[in-house]
Protein backbone atom coordinates (compact mmCIF):
# COMPACT_ATOMS: atom_id res chain seq x y z
CA UNK A 1 0.00 0.00 0.00
CA UNK A 2 2.89 2.24 0.87
CA UNK A 3 4.66 1.89 -2.60
CA UNK A 4 1.20 2.29 -3.80
CA UNK A 5 0.90 5.61 -2.53
CA UNK A 6 3.86 6.83 -2.75
CA UNK A 7 3.85 5.91 -6.86
CA UNK A 8 0.73 7.70 -7.06
CA UNK A 9 1.84 10.79 -5.27
CA UNK A 10 4.75 10.68 -7.64
CA UNK A 11 2.30 10.58 -10.76
CA UNK A 12 0.75 13.53 -9.45
CA UNK A 13 3.66 15.52 -8.81
CA UNK A 14 4.85 14.92 -12.25
CA UNK A 15 1.41 16.09 -13.97
CA UNK A 16 1.13 19.02 -11.43
CA UNK A 17 4.41 19.85 -12.77
CA UNK A 18 3.24 19.15 -16.32
CA UNK A 19 0.54 21.76 -15.54
CA UNK A 20 2.61 24.70 -14.33
CA UNK A 21 4.21 24.29 -17.29
CA UNK A 22 1.61 24.45 -19.69
CA UNK A 23 -0.17 27.20 -17.71
CA UNK A 24 3.09 29.34 -18.08
CA UNK A 25 3.62 28.12 -21.69
CA UNK A 26 -0.68 29.52 -22.19
CA UNK A 27 -0.23 32.78 -20.07
CA UNK A 28 3.02 33.76 -21.55
CA UNK A 29 4.29 31.98 -24.75
CA UNK A 30 0.90 32.20 -26.69
CA UNK A 31 -0.27 35.88 -26.53
CA UNK A 32 3.22 37.41 -27.07
CA UNK A 33 3.67 40.48 -25.24
CA UNK A 34 1.99 40.00 -21.76
CA UNK A 35 1.73 43.54 -21.09
CA UNK A 36 -0.49 43.77 -24.13
CA UNK A 37 -2.54 41.53 -22.47
CA UNK A 38 -2.77 43.40 -19.98
CA UNK A 39 -3.55 46.68 -21.16
CA UNK A 40 -5.07 45.48 -24.31
CA UNK A 41 -3.62 46.61 -27.54
CA UNK A 42 -4.62 49.88 -27.27
CA UNK A 43 -2.91 50.69 -23.73
CA UNK A 44 -0.10 49.17 -25.27
CA UNK A 45 0.24 51.47 -27.81
CA UNK A 46 -0.01 55.05 -25.98
CA UNK A 47 2.36 54.09 -22.89
CA UNK A 48 6.00 55.06 -23.25
CA UNK A 49 8.59 52.30 -24.18
CA UNK A 50 10.35 53.49 -21.05
CA UNK A 51 7.25 52.84 -19.20
CA UNK A 52 6.94 49.36 -20.71
CA UNK A 53 10.29 48.49 -19.76
CA UNK A 54 10.39 49.58 -16.22
CA UNK A 55 6.62 47.95 -15.43
CA UNK A 56 8.03 44.67 -17.47
CA UNK A 57 11.14 44.73 -15.17
CA UNK A 58 8.53 45.51 -11.82
CA UNK A 59 6.60 42.44 -12.98
CA UNK A 60 10.16 39.96 -13.50
CA UNK A 61 8.39 39.43 -16.56
CA UNK A 62 11.74 40.96 -18.87
CA UNK A 63 13.63 37.64 -17.83
CA UNK A 64 14.19 34.99 -20.28
CA UNK A 65 11.28 32.52 -19.36
CA UNK A 66 12.89 29.72 -18.33
CA UNK A 67 14.25 32.09 -15.73
CA UNK A 68 10.36 33.20 -15.22
CA UNK A 69 9.22 29.98 -14.66
CA UNK A 70 11.37 28.05 -12.70
CA UNK A 71 11.43 31.37 -10.29
CA UNK A 72 7.60 31.28 -10.27
CA UNK A 73 8.00 27.11 -8.89
CA UNK A 74 10.49 28.81 -6.37
CA UNK A 75 8.01 31.34 -5.35
CA UNK A 76 5.13 28.87 -4.89
CA UNK A 77 7.63 26.57 -2.84
CA UNK A 78 8.42 29.08 -0.06
CA UNK A 79 4.62 29.78 -0.19
CA UNK A 80 4.38 33.28 -2.05
CA UNK A 81 1.77 33.39 -5.18
CA UNK A 82 2.23 36.86 -6.17
CA UNK A 83 0.37 40.09 -6.37
CA UNK A 84 -2.75 41.04 -8.44
CA UNK A 85 -1.70 44.08 -10.66
CA UNK A 86 -4.65 45.72 -10.32
CA UNK A 87 -5.38 45.61 -6.56
CA UNK A 88 -3.03 45.32 -3.18
CA UNK A 89 -4.44 42.13 -1.89
CA UNK A 90 -1.75 38.72 -2.74
CA UNK A 91 -3.25 35.89 -4.15
CA UNK A 92 -2.71 34.07 -0.89
CA UNK A 93 -4.75 36.06 0.39
CA UNK A 94 -7.38 36.02 -2.02
CA UNK A 95 -7.42 32.41 -1.13
CA UNK A 96 -7.60 32.49 2.43
CA UNK A 97 -10.03 34.99 1.87
CA UNK A 98 -12.49 33.32 -0.72
CA UNK A 99 -11.37 29.95 -1.06
CA UNK A 100 -13.23 28.86 2.53
CA UNK A 101 -16.42 29.76 1.21
CA UNK A 102 -16.13 28.39 -2.32
CA UNK A 103 -14.56 25.06 -0.59
CA UNK A 104 -17.76 25.00 1.35
CA UNK A 105 -20.31 24.86 -1.58
CA UNK A 106 -18.30 22.24 -3.42
CA UNK A 107 -17.91 19.88 -0.35
CA UNK A 108 -21.86 20.81 0.25
CA UNK A 109 -22.62 20.17 -3.36
CA UNK A 110 -20.98 16.92 -3.62
CA UNK A 111 -22.75 15.75 -0.23
CA UNK A 112 -25.84 16.92 -2.08
CA UNK A 113 -24.98 15.55 -5.29
CA UNK A 114 -24.62 11.81 -2.96
CA UNK A 115 -27.87 12.05 -0.72
CA UNK A 116 -29.86 12.96 -3.52
CA UNK A 117 -28.34 10.78 -6.45
CA UNK A 118 -27.90 7.69 -4.97
CA UNK A 119 -31.39 6.89 -3.17
CA UNK A 120 -33.25 7.65 -6.59
CA UNK A 121 -30.16 5.61 -8.40
CA UNK A 122 -31.45 2.75 -5.72
CA UNK A 123 -34.95 3.14 -6.64
CA UNK A 124 -34.83 2.72 -10.01
CA UNK A 125 -33.10 -0.11 -10.05
CA UNK A 126 -35.02 -1.51 -7.57
CA UNK A 127 -38.21 -1.65 -9.96
CA UNK A 128 -36.36 -1.08 -13.43
CA UNK A 129 -38.67 0.08 -15.89
CA UNK A 130 -41.36 1.11 -13.65
CA UNK A 131 -43.17 4.24 -13.79
CA UNK A 132 -40.81 5.76 -10.33
CA UNK A 133 -37.94 4.32 -12.69
CA UNK A 134 -38.85 6.10 -15.40
CA UNK A 135 -39.40 9.99 -13.58
CA UNK A 136 -36.02 9.28 -11.84
CA UNK A 137 -34.73 8.57 -15.32
CA UNK A 138 -36.45 11.76 -17.12
CA UNK A 139 -35.64 14.14 -14.91
CA UNK A 140 -31.75 12.91 -14.46
CA UNK A 141 -31.49 13.96 -18.45
CA UNK A 142 -33.72 17.07 -17.38
CA UNK A 143 -31.14 17.77 -14.72
CA UNK A 144 -27.70 16.92 -17.07
CA UNK A 145 -29.04 19.21 -19.39
CA UNK A 146 -30.21 21.97 -17.51
CA UNK A 147 -26.96 24.38 -17.39
CA UNK A 148 -25.97 25.14 -13.41
CA UNK A 149 -25.33 28.80 -13.76
CA UNK A 150 -29.13 29.25 -15.71
CA UNK A 151 -30.65 27.15 -12.49
CA UNK A 152 -28.96 29.68 -10.31
CA UNK A 153 -30.25 32.61 -12.04
CA UNK A 154 -33.83 31.08 -11.94
CA UNK A 155 -33.72 30.40 -8.32
CA UNK A 156 -32.05 34.21 -7.55
CA UNK A 157 -34.88 35.44 -9.31
CA UNK A 158 -37.46 33.47 -7.74
CA UNK A 159 -35.97 34.33 -4.05
CA UNK A 160 -35.54 37.82 -5.35
CA UNK A 161 -39.29 37.77 -6.39
CA UNK A 162 -40.52 35.89 -3.07
CA UNK A 163 -38.20 36.78 -0.02
CA UNK A 164 -36.62 40.18 -1.31
CA UNK A 165 -33.52 37.91 -1.77
CA UNK A 166 -30.36 40.20 -2.13
CA UNK A 167 -26.66 39.13 -3.34
CA UNK A 168 -24.12 38.64 -0.22
CA UNK A 169 -21.88 41.26 -0.76
CA UNK A 170 -19.20 40.77 1.69
CA UNK A 171 -18.29 37.19 3.22
CA UNK A 172 -19.38 35.78 6.01
CA UNK A 173 -17.26 32.83 7.38
CA UNK A 174 -18.46 29.94 8.76
CA UNK A 175 -17.14 30.28 11.95
CA UNK A 176 -17.84 34.02 12.13
CA UNK A 177 -21.76 33.48 11.74
CA UNK A 178 -22.96 29.55 10.69
CA UNK A 179 -26.32 31.10 10.15
CA UNK A 180 -25.54 33.87 7.49
CA UNK A 181 -22.70 31.39 6.33
CA UNK A 182 -25.29 28.86 5.04
CA UNK A 183 -27.39 31.00 2.97
CA UNK A 184 -24.97 32.63 1.26
CA UNK A 185 -23.37 28.50 0.33
CA UNK A 186 -26.93 26.87 0.62
CA UNK A 187 -28.24 27.70 -2.81
CA UNK A 188 -24.66 27.38 -4.84
CA UNK A 189 -24.39 23.86 -3.17
CA UNK A 190 -28.00 22.44 -3.65
CA UNK A 191 -28.03 24.22 -7.77
CA UNK A 192 -24.64 22.36 -8.43
CA UNK A 193 -25.25 19.02 -6.44
CA UNK A 194 -28.71 18.23 -8.38
CA UNK A 195 -26.70 18.44 -11.63
CA UNK A 196 -23.94 15.91 -10.27
CA UNK A 197 -26.74 13.95 -8.22
CA UNK A 198 -27.98 13.40 -11.65
CA UNK A 199 -25.07 11.84 -13.08
CA UNK A 200 -24.60 9.79 -9.80
CA UNK A 201 -28.39 8.09 -9.79
CA UNK A 202 -27.56 7.32 -13.61
CA UNK A 203 -24.33 5.44 -12.81
CA UNK A 204 -25.54 3.82 -9.50
CA UNK A 205 -28.66 2.55 -11.68
CA UNK A 206 -26.77 1.33 -14.22
CA UNK A 207 -23.82 -0.04 -12.07
CA UNK A 208 -26.75 -1.84 -9.67
CA UNK A 209 -28.37 -3.36 -12.46
CA UNK A 210 -25.21 -4.83 -13.91
CA UNK A 211 -24.81 -6.07 -10.22
CA UNK A 212 -27.96 -7.23 -9.68
CA UNK A 213 -27.72 -9.46 -12.75
CA UNK A 214 -24.69 -11.83 -11.30
CA UNK A 215 -24.59 -15.17 -9.64
CA UNK A 216 -24.42 -13.90 -6.17
CA UNK A 217 -27.06 -12.60 -6.04
CA UNK A 218 -29.31 -14.83 -7.25
CA UNK A 219 -27.69 -16.95 -4.32
CA UNK A 220 -28.67 -14.31 -2.16
CA UNK A 221 -32.26 -14.42 -3.35
CA UNK A 222 -32.21 -18.39 -3.71
CA UNK A 223 -31.59 -18.49 -0.19
CA UNK A 224 -34.22 -16.66 0.63
CA UNK A 225 -32.70 -12.94 1.62
CA UNK A 226 -35.58 -10.12 1.33
CA UNK A 227 -35.08 -7.88 -1.66
CA UNK A 228 -34.42 -4.59 -0.42
CA UNK A 229 -31.73 -6.36 2.20
CA UNK A 230 -30.39 -7.87 -1.30
CA UNK A 231 -30.14 -4.66 -2.94
CA UNK A 232 -28.67 -2.57 0.03
CA UNK A 233 -26.43 -5.78 1.55
CA UNK A 234 -25.39 -7.69 -1.26
CA UNK A 235 -25.69 -5.76 -4.53
CA UNK A 236 -24.73 -1.66 -3.02
CA UNK A 237 -21.76 -2.22 -1.89
CA UNK A 238 -20.24 -3.69 -5.66
CA UNK A 239 -22.02 -1.52 -7.09
CA UNK A 240 -20.72 1.51 -5.40
CA UNK A 241 -17.11 1.16 -6.77
CA UNK A 242 -17.71 3.49 -10.21
CA UNK A 243 -19.49 5.59 -8.47
CA UNK A 244 -17.15 6.88 -6.40
CA UNK A 245 -14.53 7.06 -9.34
CA UNK A 246 -17.18 9.26 -10.88
CA UNK A 247 -17.63 11.58 -8.15
CA UNK A 248 -14.02 12.06 -8.86
CA UNK A 249 -14.56 13.39 -11.84
CA UNK A 250 -17.92 15.05 -10.91
CA UNK A 251 -15.64 17.37 -8.76
CA UNK A 252 -14.02 18.79 -11.91
CA UNK A 253 -17.38 20.12 -13.19
CA UNK A 254 -18.34 21.36 -9.52
CA UNK A 255 -14.74 23.49 -10.21
CA UNK A 256 -15.49 24.69 -13.07
CA UNK A 257 -19.23 24.99 -13.21
CA UNK A 258 -18.78 26.54 -9.46
CA UNK A 259 -17.17 29.49 -11.51
CA UNK A 260 -20.24 30.31 -13.57
CA UNK A 261 -22.55 29.45 -10.89
CA UNK A 262 -20.93 31.60 -7.80
CA UNK A 263 -20.98 34.26 -10.46
CA UNK A 264 -24.78 33.80 -11.05
CA UNK A 265 -25.53 33.85 -6.99
CA UNK A 266 -23.23 36.71 -6.45
CA UNK A 267 -21.32 34.94 -4.12
CA UNK A 268 -17.88 36.64 -3.80
CA UNK A 269 -15.98 33.02 -3.98
CA UNK A 270 -13.01 32.10 -5.17
CA UNK A 271 -14.38 31.56 -8.75
CA UNK A 272 -15.64 34.60 -9.11
CA UNK A 273 -11.89 35.75 -8.38
CA UNK A 274 -11.28 33.93 -11.13
CA UNK A 275 -13.21 35.54 -13.68
CA UNK A 276 -12.49 38.85 -12.40
CA UNK A 277 -8.88 38.31 -12.91
CA UNK A 278 -9.50 37.23 -16.14
CA UNK A 279 -11.43 39.82 -17.47
CA UNK A 280 -8.96 42.35 -16.17
CA UNK A 281 -6.21 40.15 -17.85
CA UNK A 282 -4.88 40.00 -14.43
CA UNK A 283 -1.54 36.91 -15.00
CA UNK A 284 -0.39 36.48 -12.01
CA UNK A 285 -3.74 35.83 -10.31
CA UNK A 286 -5.00 33.96 -13.42
CA UNK A 287 -1.94 31.76 -13.61
CA UNK A 288 -1.71 31.08 -9.84
CA UNK A 289 -5.77 30.57 -9.26
CA UNK A 290 -5.75 28.20 -12.10
CA UNK A 291 -3.07 25.96 -11.01
CA UNK A 292 -4.82 26.03 -7.18
CA UNK A 293 -7.99 24.36 -9.20
CA UNK A 294 -5.32 22.14 -10.93
CA UNK A 295 -3.76 21.26 -7.63
CA UNK A 296 -6.99 20.30 -5.91
CA UNK A 297 -8.65 18.77 -9.02
CA UNK A 298 -5.56 16.26 -8.74
CA UNK A 299 -5.22 15.61 -5.07
CA UNK A 300 -8.94 14.82 -5.09
CA UNK A 301 -8.50 12.12 -8.15
CA UNK A 302 -5.92 11.08 -5.80
CA UNK A 303 -7.71 10.36 -3.11
CA UNK A 304 -10.57 8.80 -5.27
CA UNK A 305 -7.88 6.21 -6.63
CA UNK A 306 -6.55 5.34 -3.19
CA UNK A 307 -10.14 5.10 -1.63
CA UNK A 308 -10.78 3.44 -5.18
CA UNK A 309 -7.79 0.68 -3.89
CA UNK A 310 -8.82 0.59 -0.22
CA UNK A 311 -12.17 -0.03 -1.08
CA UNK A 312 -11.66 -2.98 -3.35
CA UNK A 313 -9.46 -5.77 -2.56
CA UNK A 314 -9.31 -7.11 -5.74
CA UNK A 315 -6.77 -4.11 -6.76
CA UNK A 316 -3.41 -5.10 -5.51
CA UNK A 317 -1.06 -1.95 -5.09
CA UNK A 318 2.75 -2.36 -6.52
CA UNK B 1 -31.63 5.98 -50.08
CA UNK B 2 -34.07 4.17 -49.61
CA UNK B 3 -31.95 1.90 -47.26
CA UNK B 4 -31.14 5.33 -45.13
CA UNK B 5 -34.80 5.96 -44.88
CA UNK B 6 -35.56 2.42 -43.98
CA UNK B 7 -32.51 2.69 -41.57
CA UNK B 8 -32.92 5.51 -40.35
CA UNK B 9 -37.27 4.15 -39.67
CA UNK B 10 -35.74 1.22 -37.44
CA UNK B 11 -33.75 3.61 -35.60
CA UNK B 12 -36.66 6.15 -34.48
CA UNK B 13 -38.39 2.82 -33.35
CA UNK B 14 -36.19 1.39 -31.19
CA UNK B 15 -35.21 4.86 -29.61
CA UNK B 16 -38.32 7.15 -30.06
CA UNK B 17 -36.30 9.44 -27.49
CA UNK B 18 -33.28 10.13 -28.85
CA UNK B 19 -35.54 9.89 -32.82
CA UNK B 20 -37.30 13.04 -31.27
CA UNK B 21 -34.12 14.57 -29.54
CA UNK B 22 -32.88 14.52 -33.32
CA UNK B 23 -35.71 15.80 -34.96
CA UNK B 24 -35.45 18.98 -32.30
CA UNK B 25 -31.83 19.13 -32.82
CA UNK B 26 -32.47 19.81 -36.53
CA UNK B 27 -35.16 21.74 -36.19
CA UNK B 28 -32.43 23.94 -33.96
CA UNK B 29 -30.13 23.57 -36.56
CA UNK B 30 -32.78 24.95 -39.32
CA UNK B 31 -33.57 28.01 -37.13
CA UNK B 32 -30.05 28.85 -36.76
CA UNK B 33 -29.14 28.74 -40.30
CA UNK B 34 -32.61 30.37 -41.39
CA UNK B 35 -32.23 33.37 -38.79
CA UNK B 36 -32.47 36.15 -41.03
CA UNK B 37 -35.65 34.96 -42.38
CA UNK B 38 -37.27 33.32 -38.85
CA UNK B 39 -36.22 36.28 -36.59
CA UNK B 40 -38.71 38.94 -36.70
CA UNK B 41 -36.61 41.75 -36.36
CA UNK B 42 -32.87 43.10 -36.33
CA UNK B 43 -30.92 41.24 -33.46
CA UNK B 44 -28.77 44.00 -33.08
CA UNK B 45 -31.12 46.95 -33.40
CA UNK B 46 -31.73 48.89 -30.22
CA UNK B 47 -35.19 50.41 -29.76
CA UNK B 48 -34.81 53.03 -26.62
CA UNK B 49 -38.79 53.55 -26.77
CA UNK B 50 -39.04 49.69 -26.09
CA UNK B 51 -36.72 49.18 -23.40
CA UNK B 52 -37.99 45.97 -20.80
CA UNK B 53 -40.90 44.84 -22.10
CA UNK B 54 -42.19 42.08 -21.03
CA UNK B 55 -43.56 39.57 -23.64
CA UNK B 56 -46.63 41.56 -25.80
CA UNK B 57 -47.27 41.07 -29.48
CA UNK B 58 -44.80 43.43 -30.43
CA UNK B 59 -42.32 40.93 -29.06
CA UNK B 60 -42.87 37.70 -28.75
CA UNK B 61 -40.50 37.12 -25.49
CA UNK B 62 -39.96 40.83 -24.65
CA UNK B 63 -37.11 43.06 -24.63
CA UNK B 64 -33.68 43.87 -23.27
CA UNK B 65 -32.19 46.94 -21.27
CA UNK B 66 -31.67 48.81 -24.88
CA UNK B 67 -34.31 47.29 -26.18
CA UNK B 68 -33.46 44.52 -28.62
CA UNK B 69 -36.06 41.97 -29.58
CA UNK B 70 -35.45 38.52 -27.25
CA UNK B 71 -36.89 36.23 -29.58
CA UNK B 72 -34.74 37.64 -32.93
CA UNK B 73 -32.13 37.38 -30.25
CA UNK B 74 -32.75 33.87 -29.04
CA UNK B 75 -32.98 32.41 -32.77
CA UNK B 76 -29.45 34.63 -34.08
CA UNK B 77 -28.35 33.13 -30.62
CA UNK B 78 -28.33 29.63 -31.93
CA UNK B 79 -26.45 30.38 -34.73
CA UNK B 80 -23.26 30.82 -32.55
CA UNK B 81 -23.79 28.56 -30.19
CA UNK B 82 -24.59 25.69 -32.50
CA UNK B 83 -21.69 27.26 -34.89
CA UNK B 84 -19.11 27.02 -31.87
CA UNK B 85 -19.92 23.88 -30.35
CA UNK B 86 -20.13 22.18 -34.09
CA UNK B 87 -16.45 23.35 -34.93
CA UNK B 88 -14.96 22.95 -31.76
CA UNK B 89 -16.35 19.68 -30.98
CA UNK B 90 -15.32 18.35 -34.41
CA UNK B 91 -11.86 20.16 -34.62
CA UNK B 92 -10.75 18.33 -30.90
CA UNK B 93 -12.14 14.79 -31.07
CA UNK B 94 -10.33 14.67 -34.57
CA UNK B 95 -7.56 15.77 -33.34
CA UNK B 96 -7.80 13.59 -30.44
CA UNK B 97 -9.41 10.53 -31.98
CA UNK B 98 -6.23 10.96 -34.56
CA UNK B 99 -3.75 11.22 -31.48
CA UNK B 100 -5.19 8.31 -30.00
CA UNK B 101 -5.31 5.86 -33.49
CA UNK B 102 -1.42 7.06 -33.33
CA UNK B 103 -0.90 6.01 -29.76
CA UNK B 104 -3.28 2.97 -29.55
CA UNK B 105 -1.45 1.28 -33.08
CA UNK B 106 2.43 2.70 -31.91
CA UNK B 107 2.45 2.14 -28.53
CA UNK B 108 5.76 2.00 -26.89
CA UNK B 109 7.30 5.42 -25.94
CA UNK B 110 5.06 7.91 -27.84
CA UNK B 111 2.13 6.28 -26.56
CA UNK B 112 3.25 6.91 -22.53
CA UNK B 113 4.40 10.60 -23.20
CA UNK B 114 1.03 11.21 -24.73
CA UNK B 115 -1.17 9.69 -21.99
CA UNK B 116 0.76 12.08 -19.51
CA UNK B 117 0.30 14.92 -21.56
CA UNK B 118 -3.33 13.97 -21.86
CA UNK B 119 -3.75 13.64 -18.46
CA UNK B 120 -2.25 16.77 -18.06
CA UNK B 121 -5.09 18.14 -20.15
CA UNK B 122 -7.82 16.67 -18.24
CA UNK B 123 -6.11 17.89 -14.71
CA UNK B 124 -8.08 21.34 -15.45
CA UNK B 125 -11.53 21.54 -14.70
CA UNK B 126 -13.11 21.86 -18.77
CA UNK B 127 -14.33 25.70 -18.04
CA UNK B 128 -11.29 27.05 -16.42
CA UNK B 129 -9.15 25.72 -18.97
CA UNK B 130 -11.26 27.05 -21.30
CA UNK B 131 -11.44 30.64 -19.92
CA UNK B 132 -7.22 30.54 -19.40
CA UNK B 133 -6.85 29.71 -23.17
CA UNK B 134 -9.38 32.55 -24.19
CA UNK B 135 -7.89 34.75 -22.05
CA UNK B 136 -4.76 34.42 -23.84
CA UNK B 137 -5.42 34.22 -27.21
CA UNK B 138 -8.06 36.56 -27.22
CA UNK B 139 -12.03 36.66 -26.97
CA UNK B 140 -12.85 36.17 -30.71
CA UNK B 141 -15.43 33.78 -32.24
CA UNK B 142 -11.90 31.64 -33.19
CA UNK B 143 -10.65 31.97 -29.61
CA UNK B 144 -13.41 30.62 -28.02
CA UNK B 145 -13.74 27.29 -30.72
CA UNK B 146 -9.96 26.72 -30.09
CA UNK B 147 -10.31 26.96 -26.05
CA UNK B 148 -13.53 24.60 -26.22
CA UNK B 149 -11.79 22.07 -28.63
CA UNK B 150 -8.68 21.63 -26.61
CA UNK B 151 -10.41 20.39 -23.75
CA UNK B 152 -12.04 17.95 -25.65
CA UNK B 153 -8.94 16.43 -27.16
CA UNK B 154 -8.33 14.00 -24.28
CA UNK B 155 -11.77 12.98 -24.19
CA UNK B 156 -11.40 11.62 -27.87
CA UNK B 157 -8.01 10.21 -27.48
CA UNK B 158 -8.49 8.39 -24.53
CA UNK B 159 -11.75 6.49 -25.91
CA UNK B 160 -10.09 5.99 -29.11
CA UNK B 161 -6.55 4.89 -28.22
CA UNK B 162 -8.33 1.87 -26.24
CA UNK B 163 -10.34 1.07 -29.67
CA UNK B 164 -7.31 1.21 -31.86
CA UNK B 165 -5.19 -0.92 -28.85
CA UNK B 166 -7.96 -3.75 -29.41
CA UNK B 167 -8.12 -3.56 -33.60
CA UNK B 168 -4.46 -4.05 -33.71
CA UNK B 169 -4.77 -7.17 -32.69
CA UNK B 170 -7.03 -8.35 -35.33
CA UNK B 171 -5.81 -10.63 -37.97
CA UNK B 172 -6.62 -8.37 -41.11
CA UNK B 173 -4.61 -5.63 -39.09
CA UNK B 174 -1.47 -8.03 -38.79
CA UNK B 175 -2.07 -9.05 -42.34
CA UNK B 176 -1.56 -5.49 -43.45
CA UNK B 177 1.58 -5.14 -41.61
CA UNK B 178 2.67 -8.56 -43.03
CA UNK B 179 2.12 -7.64 -46.68
CA UNK B 180 4.37 -4.45 -45.88
CA UNK B 181 2.30 -1.61 -45.49
CA UNK B 182 3.61 1.16 -43.54
CA UNK B 183 2.07 1.90 -40.20
CA UNK B 184 0.65 5.16 -41.62
CA UNK B 185 -1.09 2.92 -44.01
CA UNK B 186 -2.09 0.73 -41.52
CA UNK B 187 -3.63 3.59 -39.56
CA UNK B 188 -5.53 5.42 -42.30
CA UNK B 189 -7.13 2.04 -43.86
CA UNK B 190 -7.09 -0.57 -41.48
CA UNK B 191 -7.88 1.04 -37.85
CA UNK B 192 -9.20 3.91 -38.50
CA UNK B 193 -12.27 3.10 -40.19
CA UNK B 194 -13.03 0.68 -37.50
CA UNK B 195 -13.13 4.11 -35.35
CA UNK B 196 -15.72 5.54 -36.82
CA UNK B 197 -18.73 4.40 -34.96
CA UNK B 198 -16.95 5.21 -31.14
CA UNK B 199 -15.97 8.83 -32.88
CA UNK B 200 -19.63 9.73 -33.46
CA UNK B 201 -20.55 8.60 -30.33
CA UNK B 202 -18.16 10.69 -29.19
CA UNK B 203 -18.80 13.69 -31.07
CA UNK B 204 -22.86 13.77 -30.15
CA UNK B 205 -21.83 13.26 -26.70
CA UNK B 206 -19.83 16.62 -26.36
CA UNK B 207 -21.98 18.77 -28.43
CA UNK B 208 -24.20 19.15 -25.52
CA UNK B 209 -20.64 19.56 -23.47
CA UNK B 210 -19.30 22.63 -26.07
CA UNK B 211 -23.02 24.00 -25.83
CA UNK B 212 -22.72 24.71 -21.78
CA UNK B 213 -19.18 25.28 -22.28
CA UNK B 214 -19.61 28.36 -24.56
CA UNK B 215 -22.63 29.79 -22.97
CA UNK B 216 -20.94 29.84 -19.70
CA UNK B 217 -18.18 31.59 -21.30
CA UNK B 218 -20.40 33.89 -22.79
CA UNK B 219 -21.59 34.39 -19.05
CA UNK B 220 -18.84 35.37 -17.22
CA UNK B 221 -18.13 37.63 -19.93
CA UNK B 222 -14.98 35.82 -21.67
CA UNK B 223 -17.26 34.12 -24.45
CA UNK B 224 -17.98 35.24 -28.15
CA UNK B 225 -18.13 39.21 -27.00
CA UNK B 226 -20.77 41.67 -27.51
CA UNK B 227 -23.06 42.72 -29.20
CA UNK B 228 -22.70 39.30 -31.23
CA UNK B 229 -26.17 37.43 -30.26
CA UNK B 230 -25.32 34.33 -28.17
CA UNK B 231 -27.36 32.80 -25.15
CA UNK B 232 -24.49 33.02 -22.88
CA UNK B 233 -24.16 36.85 -23.67
CA UNK B 234 -27.90 37.14 -23.33
CA UNK B 235 -27.83 35.78 -19.73
CA UNK B 236 -24.88 37.88 -18.71
CA UNK B 237 -27.13 40.81 -19.67
CA UNK B 238 -30.17 39.53 -17.36
CA UNK B 239 -28.46 39.89 -14.24
CA UNK B 240 -26.83 43.46 -14.79
CA UNK B 241 -29.95 44.56 -13.40
CA UNK B 242 -31.23 45.10 -9.80
CA UNK B 243 -34.55 43.91 -10.92
CA UNK B 244 -33.55 41.37 -13.66
CA UNK B 245 -36.11 40.80 -16.55
CA UNK B 246 -37.44 37.54 -16.00
CA UNK B 247 -37.76 37.00 -19.87
CA UNK B 248 -34.14 37.95 -20.39
CA UNK B 249 -33.04 35.20 -18.00
CA UNK B 250 -35.68 32.21 -19.13
CA UNK B 251 -35.24 32.23 -22.42
CA UNK B 252 -31.87 32.01 -23.75
CA UNK B 253 -31.50 29.41 -20.91
CA UNK B 254 -34.34 27.46 -22.05
CA UNK B 255 -32.50 27.78 -25.48
CA UNK B 256 -29.47 26.04 -24.05
CA UNK B 257 -31.66 23.15 -22.32
CA UNK B 258 -33.34 22.36 -25.31
CA UNK B 259 -30.49 22.20 -27.29
CA UNK B 260 -28.36 20.34 -24.97
CA UNK B 261 -31.50 17.86 -24.08
CA UNK B 262 -32.00 17.02 -27.77
CA UNK B 263 -27.99 16.54 -28.52
CA UNK B 264 -27.87 14.37 -25.78
CA UNK B 265 -30.53 12.06 -26.45
CA UNK B 266 -29.75 11.70 -29.97
CA UNK B 267 -26.55 10.71 -28.77
CA UNK B 268 -27.57 8.18 -25.94
CA UNK B 269 -29.41 6.82 -28.97
CA UNK B 270 -26.85 6.74 -31.07
CA UNK B 271 -24.55 5.10 -28.82
CA UNK B 272 -26.88 2.31 -27.64
CA UNK B 273 -27.10 1.63 -31.56
CA UNK B 274 -23.55 1.86 -33.23
CA UNK B 275 -21.82 0.72 -29.88
CA UNK B 276 -23.84 -1.43 -27.56
CA UNK B 277 -20.53 -2.59 -26.06
CA UNK B 278 -19.45 0.80 -25.37
CA UNK B 279 -22.71 1.58 -23.08
CA UNK B 280 -21.75 0.86 -19.38
CA UNK B 281 -18.43 1.31 -20.08
CA UNK B 282 -18.46 4.26 -21.54
CA UNK B 283 -19.35 6.63 -18.91
CA UNK B 284 -15.97 4.98 -16.77
CA UNK B 285 -14.14 5.28 -19.71
CA UNK B 286 -14.78 9.02 -20.25
CA UNK B 287 -14.14 9.50 -16.25
CA UNK B 288 -10.50 8.68 -17.14
CA UNK B 289 -9.82 5.53 -18.07
CA UNK B 290 -8.17 5.35 -14.85
CA UNK B 291 -9.13 1.40 -14.27
CA UNK B 292 -7.72 0.08 -17.72
Known amino acids: MRKYLARRAIYAAVTLLGVSLSIFAILRVLPGDPLVAILGVEGHAQMKPADRVRIMADLGLSDPLPIQYVRWLGDIGAGKLGKSFFRGDTVAELIRHRGPISAEIGVLALMVSWLVGLPVGILSAFRPNSLPDGLARALSVLFIAIPGFWLGILVVLALLFWFGYKAPIIIVQLWQSPWQNFQIVAGPAVVLGLAQGAYIARMSRSCLLEVISEDFVRTARAKGVREWLVVMRHALPNALLPVITISGVLLGFVLGGSVAVEQAFGVPGLGRALVTAVIERDIIVVQNLVLFYAVIFVAVNVLVDLSYAWLDPRIRYG | ?292
Open chain 2, 1 to 292: MKQLALELARFSRRNTLSALGGLIGLLIVFAAVAAPVLAPRDPLKADFRRMNKPPDAQSLLGTDQVGRDTLSRVIYGARTSLFVAFSAVILGTTVGSLWGVACGYLRGRFDLVSQRIMEIMQAFPDLILAMAISMAIGTGLPAVIFAIAITRIPFGGRVIRSVALSVREMPYVEAGRASGATALRVMAFHVLPQCIAPYLVLATTHLGVAIVIEAALGFLGVGVPPPTPTWGNMLADSITGLVPPWWLAFYPGLAITVTVLAFNLLGDGIRDTLDPRLSPAFLRMMTGGRRA
